[in-house]
């Protein structure tokens, strides 16, 4: 099976994880903050927190913000379930924003037509989430101007896009939000194994998200809300969690780091080869918005349903038949048995029910080789014809 997505580890990665096995610290060493440090300079950020996962580092990011029971927080339908269950971590509750035709990011246009009709009925969002689907950026310009006008604050998921660009600049310098999380997750971008960061340029929501990751305790005398009792001490001020990344993760993902901007040209490559090879199947592939420049975590296309005898459902089995390792991203959210719980109908996003019924993810990592691509492109010219 030629899976969609999957880790590149060399020689090198390997030395790094061995050499911390072999050290004093398997966890809370000198790794973690190295690898901080790397991924903020690299992006431009002035702060970052790295976590076990990105699930974990929205779940911060939601709390260091302050949302809690009582707040609302708006993302994607069209994104992996975390994006969206942060929020009921903190007791808040979520809703979901549609999706831009051509990007398959959360939609400016219905954010703003949303936003207008939630002031009306005074329920307006704490928090918007936009996501960069498959590494490409969102229109986070157009999101922090309506962020200004109604006072709401913007965590990027970005676990699909480190390494990608928006006007030019690197995702990931919180110029237009709050707070960006990535996701080091074996198929992202690069990897810890598991493993995710919050990066963002406001001191006091990171040392929040720092104190949260380790049970809400606090060393620094500042935070300390009463004299210590010695040089033992240590004073718990939050209700926090065990959301820390391990040494052994951390010089791993530092290894990785050296090899971010090779994999994310590796997947431009491969992309504007998919882009000939698929020119003449009844399939949309991923348009890339001018101000974009995608770290290509994922290459969606979507059938022209019109033009072909088969389904969705019968393409994407023949494929799966045929050794090719295709993959969904994503079943609209609010369309999980859980949401439904919560009260969601089908309907509440038509552009994204409309995605969903098309979209096949096809395989997309720095591995695959052209020999490979072939193959995937020659069992998609046979699933369309059965
Ligand atoms: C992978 C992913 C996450 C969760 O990442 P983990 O590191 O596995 O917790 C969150 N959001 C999106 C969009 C993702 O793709």
């Known amino acids: 099976m030629i899976p969609y997505g999957r880790q590149d580890i060399s020689e090198a990665d390997i030395q790094a994880a061995v ?36 699930t974990s580092a929205l779940h911060l990011a939601c709390l260091a913000l302050g949302v809690g029971p009582g707040d609302m927080v708006w993302t994607s339908p069209i994104t992996f379930v975390a994006s969206a269950n942060c929020a009921l971590y903190c007791g808040a509750r ?33 928090v918007v ?46 110029c237009y939000s709050d707070i960006t999380v990535f996701s080091f997750h074996p198929v992202k971008i690069i990897t810890t194994g598991e493993g995710g960061m919050a990066l963002t340029n406001n001191e006091k929501l990171a040392r929040r998200m720092q104190r949260l990751r380790s049970h809400g305790i606090t060393r620094e005398t500042a935070d300390m809300t009463q004299a210590p009792d010695g040089p033992w001490y240590y004073q718990q001020i939050d209700l926090g969690y065990n959301y820390r990344m391990t040494d052994i993760q951390a010089a791993l993902g530092m290894s990785q780091m050296q090899r971010l901007e090779e994999f994310v040209a590796k997947r431009h490559a491969l992309a504007s080869r998919y882009e000939g090879l698929l020119a003449d199947l009844p399939v949309i592939t991923p348009w890339q918005h001018p101000d974009s420049y995608s770290a290509l975590h994922l290459y969606v296309i979507r059938l022209k349903l019109a033009e072909i005898s ?24 609010y369309a999980q048995p859980y949401y439904k719980g919560l009260g969601f109908q089908a309907g509440h996003c038509p552009e994204a029910e409309r995605y969903y019924a098309e979209a096949i993810s096809l395989p997309m990592y720095p591995g695959l080789t052209e020999g490979q691509q072939d193959q995937v492109v020659l069992a998609l010219n046979k699933a369309r014809r059965g």
């Open 94 to 126: 979520v809703d979901f924003v549609d999706i831009d035709p051509r990007t398959y990011n959360l939609s400016v246009e219905c954010l703003a037509e949303k936003l207008a009709l939630a002031e009306k009925s005074g329920c307006l969002p704490k």
């Open 129 to 174: 989430i936009p996501v960069h689907l498959c590494g490409q950026p969102c229109d986070l310009a157009g999101i922090h101007a309506l962020s200004q006008k109604y006072g709401f604050k913007v965590i990027e998921d970005a676990s699909h896009a480190i390494g990608g660009k928006y006007k030019g600049e690197q995702i990931g310098n919180c």
């Open 19 to 54: 050499e911390v096995l072999r050290s004093d610290f398997l966890t809370q060493g000198p790794a973690v903050p190295a690898f901080e440090k790397a991924v903020a300079d690299y992006c431009g950020a002035q702060h970052a927190v790295a976590v076990n996962s990105a």
């Open 310 to 333: 088969k389904t969705h459902c019968e393409v994407f089995a023949a494929l799966r038949a045929a050794g090719i390792g295709v993959n969904l991203h994503y079943i609209p959210v």
